[in-house]
């Protein structure tokens, strides 16, 4: 939820939720088993019928530019409080390859595992390569066709993959195999994609969309396939979070974002009409994906990085092989990154050396140690300088790439002053800037503001040479947003 507050002890008036009660005869288990099998039963029509939805109607849509999480530019250089000196890192960080801005970025390239072949092994099983590590799913004996143009042609494949069974024979393999490596639903779609194009390397675009479709709806995802005017085959997809500088597409009350083939340029869905078949309204009723990271269980390439300034030293190495996988994902809100956990025995360690190095201190002069940490660990570049396109870093992702901006920081900073030190924190954005606040043990005068009967103090990793208590001069006097909150029971 949005949260506007203002600087220097406001309150917040936060409204209560209503909780619906459920049926006297039934208790709320039994009553959401039973709204769960209505629903498994109404989607299996729904996918039984589904080829006779696609040889139907094509409803025109319009395509709708992707939102923008800020519009307002960020600073080229980091904000420094006057007459401090510029911090430079005590240790310089591992050199890594980052991109260079260019019309289409390459991400970095990491040290991998050798590529598996795209083929079918002698123990029934077929070997391909999702962001270059090696995976397997069965073997099946299945066809697709090699291209599709009409709606009666989707509707064909999907009648000739149900009748090979394919969803039956393959779906199991596709589960296990998410499980194991520990996908969440926007790589589980990745995750196919990759086997689809691998299984069938020489059907088109548009028959490959439509089976990594067949898929994700006998998974039981709310995924669509479309077409635009001009005959582009796409993939709709609606999230459960904002998907930013994205385009997409309003069925009913629902957003559905947009994917396109690789070579597709995106800037001419504004001049093209979008198709797509009529399903039933209560077909979005199934599953949208959700873009927040868990661990991920991944082969492990080592990094090092090496972070030292003030009263913390932070070393260490990240898996170099999740950078290909995050480098494109999808733009979402700042409270996402923050609610992501990659990496859980990383993160542990980094907890283990910011207790042992900042425990032995006063509560409230460690959290000024670790916002010291922050001006001085990094080097600060904003995301087009850096990559070409705006791109937030999972905690992860800041501990390969050697510059980072605002909302990296503010996302790193906020994560270690609440698992680490237990202070509650929340992630708050002014115009063009991410930064962060703080509850303290003791008070001072400074940049404050009350929410949910907590003081917060401005304390902003980007704001170099500030301390706690600090907000930039151009947003005296702001409201800004609160993002995320770091505090029990959230």
């Known amino acids: 939820m949005n949260k506007k507050i203002t600087l220097l002890t406001i309150a917040l008036a936060l409204g209560a939720s209503a909780v619906s009660a ?90 991998i595992p050798p590529i598996i072949p795209d083929t079918p092994e002698s123990d029934g099983s077929f070997a391909f390569s999702w962001y270059n590590i090696p995976t397997q799913l069965p073997a099946i004996d299945y066809h697709i066709s090699h291209r599709l143009s009409e709606p009666a042609d989707f509707a ?129 009723k199934a599953a949208k994906f959700d873009l927040v990271l868990g661990q991920l269980n991944i082969p492990v390439a080592e990094h090092p990085f090496d972070l030292n300034y003030g009263d913390l030293h932070l070393t260490g190495s990240v898996n170099a092989n999740l950078i290909p996988i995050l480098y494109k994902y999808p733009q979402m809100p700042v409270s996402d990154y923050a609610r992501s956990n990659i990496a859980p025995q990383l993160r542990n360690d980094l907890i283990r050396q910011v207790r042992q190095q900042l425990g032995q201190m006063n509560s409230d ?32 992702e800041t501990l390969y790439y050697p510059k980072n901006d605002c909302e990296d920081r503010a996302i790193f900073y906020t994560w270690l002053v609440w698992n680490a030190l237990g202070h509650e924190a929340q992630l708050i954005s002014f115009p063009g800037h991410e930064a962060a606040a703080v509850r303290l043990d003791h008070p001072l005068n400074g940049a404050s503001y009350v929410d949910d009967n907590t003081v917060y103090y401005i304390s902003d990793p980007t704001y170099i040479g500030s301390r706690t208590g600090m907000v930039m001069p151009v947003y005296n006097g702001t409201s800004p947003r609160i993002d995320y909150t770091y505090k029990n029971n959230d």
């Open 156 to 284: 064909r494949q999907w009648r000739e993959l149900d009748g090979a069974r394919v969803a039956d024979r393959l779906l199991p393999g596709i589960k296990s195999a998410v499980k194991e490596l520990g996908l969440n639903d926007y790589l589980t779609y990745k995750y196919i994609e990759s086997y689809i194009n691998a299984r069938f390397p020489e059907a088109t675009p548009s028959s490959r969309m439509a089976a990594v479709h067949y898929l994700l709806a006998n998974l039981g995802y709310d995924a669509r396939i479309a077409v635009t005017s001009s005959g582009i085959p796409l993939l709709l997809l609606p999230c459960q979070q904002t998907m930013y500088a994205r385009n997409y597409l309003t069925i009913g009350d629902g957003k559905y974002y947009i994917f396109a083939p690789e070579d597709y340029d995106m800037s001419r869905l504004g001049s093209e009409r979008i198709l797509t078949c009529n399903l039933p309204a209560d077909a979005a």
């Open 22 to 111: 459920q049926s006297n005869h039934k208790s709320f288990e039994e009553f959401r088993s039973g709204i769960k099998g209505n629903f498994n039963a109404f989607r299996k029509t729904i996918l039984d019928n589904y080829a006779d939805f696609l040889e139907g109607e094509w409803h025109p849509y319009k395509s709708l530019n992707g939102e923008l999480r800020d519009r307002t530019p960020k600073p080229s250089e980091a904000p420094q409080v006057p007459g401090t000196p510029k911090a430079l890192p005590q240790t310089t960080p591992t050199p890594q390859t980052t991109p260079t801005p260019q019309t289409t970025p390459t991400p970095p390239i990491p040290p």
């Open 365 to 396: 002069d460690a959290v000024e140690a670790l916002l010291t940490f922050m001006h001085g660990a990094f080097e600060y570049a904003t995301d087009e300088e850096n990559h070409g396109f705006e791109k937030p870093y999972f905690l992860e």
